[in-house]
């Protein structure tokens, strides 16, 4: 049975939407256990109803909370009893096989580096979503975690995309391509010109240099990019996706020939809400760590969590963390 850690208090929607979540999850998987770190009287009063899956739920006391505004590396240094710290510990020493949070993105990742340790070769772990395309998901490295990079990271964000790719999708031979400017070689910046020579020589399907215009068109299965670029793409993907349902949904309603035709569109436009929801996917994996850490969206419903929890179930199922330490062996 599998046993993975959440933190209860973490995100906007604590600890309503974490412990109803967890419920929801642990209703759909029969062979996964829970621990969920917080403030146990909050907890308890969030799970009146959760009789039937209380057996595979434990609750560990971790009274201190890191917020969004405090210095991530000193809240893990010093807050020795929050869920971050105390799960991140307990994953390293094999108690719990891995880590949800939708609270602080930097005390997840600090903590993921300090408390759990990297994979033996990875100097900087990663963010990695699983974005929507045209025709199919792709896996966006880095979004957030690393802003300065140098070319290493980079050619190592692209192995631990193809690993994740290959455990998580099934795919065979995944598509890196790297985000630039321009197709040729010598586009881009320093940092991607030298980037775009190591991963040439990498033991991946390197596809070479993608502009962001064919990122959502499916050129590659994995983008690689510093956290700078990434976070940038990951935002305005969001933005430009909330401003185009908004205005289909304003030009569909403007007369009465659009509302009869948005009738009989309804379930194209249901299909395409539910590719676009981030509730489905539930967070981005912090890749290149030595377990299957997960940092759900600060404002995770339950639906989000329950999806953030299956993602680290399969990551942990499928040994993520194991495939991106054989692909560096290859290395």
Do not use: W
Request: aromatic content about 4%.
């Amino acid at each position: 049975m599998l046993t993975l850690f959440l933190d209860a208090m973490g995100g906007d929607n604590a600890p309503q939407a974490t412990c109803a979540g967890a419920v929801m999850a642990l209703r759909a998987d029969a062979d996964l256990r829970l621990i969920l770190g917080g403030i146990p009287e909050v907890i308890k009063q969030h799970l009146t109803d959760a009789d039937d899956v209380m057996d595979r739920i434990q609750i560990l006391n971790a009274p201190e909370i890191i917020t969004n505004n405090e210095s991530a590396a000193m809240a893990i240094r010093q807050k020795k009893e929050s869920a971050v710290v105390k799960g991140m510990l307990m994953v390293r020493e094999g108690e719990a096989d891995g880590f949800i949070s939708a609270g602080s993105t930097g005390a997840t990742l600090v903590g993921g580096m300090l408390r759990l340790g990297r994979v033996p070769g990875i100097e900087r772990p990663a963010l990695a979503p699983v974005m929507p395309g045209e025709n199919s998901e792709y896996l966006l490295i880095d979004c957030g975690a690393n802003v300065d990079c140098r070319p290493e990271y980079l050619a190592q964000f692209g192995l631990m995309g193809d690993a994740y790719m290959r455990k998580m999708r099934r795919m065979k031979s995944p598509r890196i391509g790297l985000v630039n400017n321009g197709a040729e070689e010598e586009k881009g910046s320093q940092l991607y010109i030298e980037s775009h020579k190591l991963l040439k020589k990498e033991p991946i399907n390197f596809v070479g240099n993608i502009e962001a215009r064919y990122i959502p068109a499916g050129q590659a299965d994995v983008i690689v990019c510093d956290g700078f670029d990434g976070n940038i793409i990951l935002k305005y993907t969001e933005g430009i996706a909330s401003a185009l349902m908004g205005i289909i949904k304003r030009e569909l309603m403007a007369d009465t020939r659009s509302k009869l035709g948005a009738l009989l569109s309804k379930p194209a436009f249901k299909r395409v809400k539910k590719m676009m929801d981030y509730t489905e996917v539930g967070g981005a994996p912090l890749l290149g760590v030595r377990g299957a850490v997960v940092k759900a969206h600060g404002s995770s419903n339950a639906k989000a969590i329950a999806s953030a929890i299956r993602q680290a179930t399969l990551m942990a199922r499928n040994q993520v963390p194991q495939a991106i330490e054989e692909n560096l062996n290859k290395h």
